[in-house]
């Protein structure tokens, strides 16, 4: 598809509005709006972790393979965006939908990157180095994606692969931390729950 940005200020958003593909108008607010916009979100702190990737410890090869999916995952999140922000009357005109494949390549990828893993005892503290707690900051972005689009598919219809994808991607980026964290070097720390008081 192909796009021409001639100008990035257009004023016409100045009264709380904004255009969705085909030219309706909603309130900035909208749910069809906070669903494209916590993609698009997520798509911006994947690419944090993509330029933590590029400044990392990891072996060239290892830098390789996880910027190139990171890459490939924004791809595929530009493509939910762009499917998010079109109408349902015109959802079947325009912008790219995911694919049953690529659900299934991220839980493919999964399953290698989790290969000699022993089973957690207890939750994953979030942190790390700046790359393996970007990779959490991109998890629980992408569970609040989730929960807009759930939101917005209980007003309006929404591809069920995009759900979908959303829910594996959380499960992937994890999944990335932890192997990034591991290969990296660095502890993990383990959720110690404080005993009640009786």
């Not at 969705?20 to 749910?31: H, I, Q, S």
């Not at 989790?114 to 569970?143: D, M, Q, Y």
Request: aromatic share 6%; glycine share 12%; net charge positive.
């Amino acid at each position: 598809m192909a796009v021409r940005i001639t100008r990035v200020y257009t004023r016409t958003g100045d009264r709380g509005t904004t255009g969705l593909v085909g030219g309706r108008r909603v309130a900035k607010d909208n749910p069809r709006v906070e669903s494209y916009g916590a993609v698009d979100e997520l798509n911006s702190w994947v690419g944090m972790a993509r330029a933590h990737v590029n400044a990392s410890l990891l072996a060239d090869e290892e830098r390789l393979m996880i910027g190139g999916l990171l890459e490939e995952i924004q791809q595929r999140l530009f493509d939910l965006g762009a499917r998010l922000a079109t109408p349902p009357v015109r959802s079947h005109a325009g912008g790219s939908g995911i694919s049953e494949t690529e659900i299934t390549g991220l839980e493919r990828t999964m399953d290698r990157l989790l290969a000699g893993f022993k089973p957690l005892t207890s939750f994953l503290l979030p942190g790390g180095g700046p790359l393996t707690a970007t990779l959490h900051i991109c998890r629980t972005v992408c569970r609040r994606a989730e929960r807009r689009v759930v939101s917005l598919s209980r007003r309006e219809p929404v591809d069920r692969n995009g759900v979908v994808y959303l829910n594996r991607l959380g499960d992937l980026l994890f999944v990335l931390a932890r192997w990034t964290g591991h290969r990296l070097g660095e502890p993990e720390l383990l959720w110690v729950s404080k005993p009640r008081r009786r």
